[in-house]
């Protein structure tokens, strides 16, 4: 039967070793750290407003190449251009239609007549015969130059005014065949630039970065005062790649090494490094696998959370060998046979203490959940089906090992004395003074880990271009696409006060593109009574008798201008139909203080089918809703556990569970006095704290007085303590904090639990 089982066992290694090739030639990773929060579920068209506006800007980069003079913003710029041409396979500068406008314009000439702004429509309402006229006759016989149409065709040059209204989106704007646009003492050159390659594989070394950074530097060498910003995704994806990337390698390599030293220096014998060493990379493979199976994108911070998994995996090789120590090679069989039922009800609260991370409806924690526990079942297989086979030879007692395993006839013991509950006076005053300063904070900008110059070129681009923030938006929905606009204008109509205030800068929104069916029937008839009078007015004047162009009779359709050139700078803003309602959204430009946001909240309130959306401050509230969740989830979790080892142990089963409730406590107190906040990714951390933590506990009351058994739990937990507190150590906030909490919990709960072992001579009550 073994036989069988190490074979079957040694057939899935081989599968997940083709796997493993196959994923790693096409790697699939997910450097987006939003990715590990939950949808909301409760507005899907939120959701989809949100995708819609990020959407084709995964390859795209973004800079301003600036000098204090227009000649030398055009040399940096010429300079940048020639340094990211280098490589042709990696960069290709985006390409610009020069004949976009020429077929915008040529989209809208039938509807001329009805593309007023508010400010045309109304001097059109109130306008004397005398005044049209006067500038018909103005614009008839202005000095000839570059016009959009004739002078029939728009005899009171209504259509260059609506199209500078449009323009105002922009900052930037043509120059001597480039994009243009001055701010803070530089004259700037827009460049766009696409990546030809997947800033997302993991070591990528940062190419992309690397070729930017050159630039940077050409720029500041060759044009004096010179200057360049640049932002986009595939800088921050990189930068995420290349910190996770160094993070595996620091945190699961420095794993690998401390729980190798720790295997030589107990058993100094390389046979039970080499298999310690084989269940964990088994472990991890079997991990990444399954997760790549069961999800569309394996996320780099589930490889960062994962590599952590030999500060567990190990704890079955170390059960093993800390028994097989000094028994002969024939007693091996019996020996796992014996130590089965143990190791896996050690295995079953573990992966039931992982899975706790996937019950929030979080798909970037469901992810590390699977892994996690993928890869301790990986470990487990590995250990039970191959290492009685493998373990052939003598594993003699080491001076290490019987130093560690007497080490705990040296430990404190627990008792009902007045030293002991002095001690425990005192540490409940600190543990409640450390509770009543702990503060929490779940803003989501706390998750992100980017680079600091990432962060400020971004708001420079953005403070300088008038960027739209595709965090804060208004979601406009309607029975009908006539609704929709309908609604956006009634919307617009209670911003313009606040654009007047310079509580931002501006909007943009479909409606100024294309207006409602009923808008443009009634600007095409009010500008067509009001040039009757000017051309009349010209007749009377020149002896003349103008005729003035024919338009369009139909109106202009969604449907139709979206289809047309016309709709690229705003299509991304119509979201159509969803369910059974049209949806488009308002986008806001200069939004650059987040105390206006209120404000806007505002505006939008009593607006029927009007919804004010921040997703900062959604997904904080998220955050914050599903921390509290689990925390009252992980109290019935001790309460729990609690009646199961009562149920055990009787009398006793406090001394299993006493040590985790401390951890917790003192934890959290630690955070309280030194002002680390509390956030759902720590109180995940206490979740895999209670499932680690009572282990310790269960094997202390199942094997009193066994040197081999503190052996191995005095193992496990210092290299559960080195990998969980290398996590600490992260860039990423929420790994940071998630390690942290398991760096602190675990040092209290190893040192703590021994403390409460049975006395001698007592045995456990059944």
């Not at 997302?200 to 970065?209: H, K, N, Y």
């Not at 039970?384 to 290490?400: I, K, Q, Y």
């Not at 019935?636 to 040590?659: I, Q």
Request: net charge neutral; charged share 20%; hydrophobic share 50%.
């Amino acid at each position: 039967m073994r036989s069988r089982l190490a074979i079957l066992w040694t057939l899935v290694v081989l599968a997940v070793g083709v796997h493993q090739v196959l994923f790693w030639r096409s790697a699939r990773l997910d450097t987006d750290v939003l990715a590990l929060l939950p949808e909301d579920e409760q507005a899907p068209e939120v959701d989809a407003a949100t995708r819609r506006l990020t959407d084709g800007a995964g390859r795209e980069l973004v800079m301003l190449v600036g000098a204090p003079d227009w000649a030398s913003a055009q040399r940096a710029a010429d300079v940048v251009t020639a340094e990211l041409s280098r490589d042709t396979a990696l960069l290709a500068p985006s390409v610009v239609d020069a004949s976009a406008l020429e077929k915008a314009v040529e989209f809208y000439r039938p509807y001329r007549d009805r593309l007023l702004t508010p400010a045309q429509r109304d001097w059109l309402s109130r306008a004397s015969a005398d005044e049209l006229g006067g500038t018909a006759l103005m614009k008839l016989y202005q000095p000839a130059g570059p016009r959009l149409t004739d002078w029939d065709a728009d005899p009171l040059g209504l259509w260059p005014d609506w199209w500078a209204a449009r323009a105002a989106e922009s900052q930037a704007r043509p120059h001597d065949g480039r994009l243009w646009l001055s701010g803070e003492g530089r004259e700037w050159v827009l460049l766009t630039w696409h990546s030809q390659v997947s800033a997302f594989a993991l070591g990528a070394d940062a190419r992309i970065t690397s070729a930017v950074e050159r630039a940077r530097a050409a720029v500041t060498a060759a044009v004096p005062g010179g200057r360049m910003v640049a932002a986009g995704v595939p800088l921050y994806a990189e930068a995420a790649a290349a910190q996770a990337s160094q993070e595996m390698s620091t945190i699961g390599l420095g794993s690998l090494l401390a729980v190798l030293l720790l295997v030589w220096l107990t058993f100094r014998s390389l046979r039970p490094i080499a298999l310690v060493g084989v269940s964990l990379v088994l472990g991890c493979a079997v991990a990444l696998s399954v997760t790549a199976l069961l999800f569309e994108r394996v996320h780099l911070l589930t490889l960062v959370f994962g590599s952590s998994l030999v500060g567990v995996a190990e704890d079955y090789g170390f059960h093993y060998f800390a028994a097989r120590q000094g028994k002969p090679p024939e007693e091996r069989g019996p020996l796992m046979r014996g130590l089965l039922p143990g190791m896996a009800l050690a295995l079953l609260t573990s992966v039931v203490a992982y899975l706790a991370l996937g019950m929030a409806p979080f798909p970037g924690l469901r992810q590390m959940a699977v892994f996690s526990a993928a890869g301790l079942l990986g470990a487990f297989l590995t250990v039970v089906c191959w290492f009685p086979r493998l373990d052939t030879g003598a594993l003699p007692v080491t001076a290490f090992a019987t130093r560690v395993s007497a080490s705990l006839l040296r430990w404190p013991r627990f008792s009902s004395t007045k030293r002991w509950w002095l001690a425990a006076a005192v540490l409940a005053v600190a543990v409640a003074g450390g509770l009543w300063r702990l503060q929490s904070r779940d803003d989501v900008r706390q998750l992100q880990g980017a680079p600091a110059n990432l962060i400020a070129d971004q708001r420079e681009l953005g403070r300088l271009l008038g960027l739209p923030s595709p965090a804060q938006f208004f979601l406009v929905g309607g029975e009908s696409e006539e609704q929709v606009l309908a609604r956006e204008v009634e919307l617009k109509a209670r911003l313009e006060p606040l654009v007047a205030d310079k509580v931002f800068t501006g909007y943009r929104a479909m409606s100024d593109w294309l207006p409602t069916a009923a808008q443009q029937l009634a600007d095409a008839e009010l500008s067509a009574r009001a040039e009757a009078r000017a051309v009349a007015a010209v007749a009377a004047a020149t002896g003349e008798a103008p005729a003035r162009a024919r338009f369009a009779t139909d109106v202009l359709t969604p449907a139709r201008f979206l289809s047309s050139p016309a709709a690229q700078a705003i299509r991304q803003q119509w979201l159509g139909q969803l369910g059974t309602k049209h949806y488009s959204v308002v986008m806001l430009r200069g939004l650059n203080d987040p105390s206006v946001l209120p404000r806007l909240a505002d505006a939008a309130r009593g607006l029927e089918g009007v919804r004010w959306v921040d997703k900062t401050q959604e997904i904080s509230r998220l955050l914050e809703r599903y921390r509290r969740l689990m925390g009252g989830l992980l109290g019935l979790g001790y309460l729990a556990v609690l009646l199961t080892l009562v149920a055990r142990f009787r009398r006793e089963a406090w001394r299993a569970w006493v040590p985790s409730v401390l951890g917790t406590l003192i934890t959290l107190a630690v955070f309280g006095w030194t002002g680390e906040p509390l956030q759902l990714f720590s109180v995940l951390g206490l979740v895999l704290l209670l499932g680690m933590g009572v282990d310790y506990g269960i094997f202390m009351l199942e094997h009193p007085g066994e040197g081999s058994a503190w052996l191995a739990v005095a193992l496990a937990g210092v290299s559960t303590l080195l990998s969980f507190g290398l996590l600490g150590l992260s860039a990423t906030p929420a790994l940071r904090s998630f390690g942290l909490t398991m760096l602190v919990g675990e040092v209290v709960i190893w040192l703590l639990t021994p403390c409460f072992r049975l006395p001698p001579g007592k045995d456990v009550v059944s």
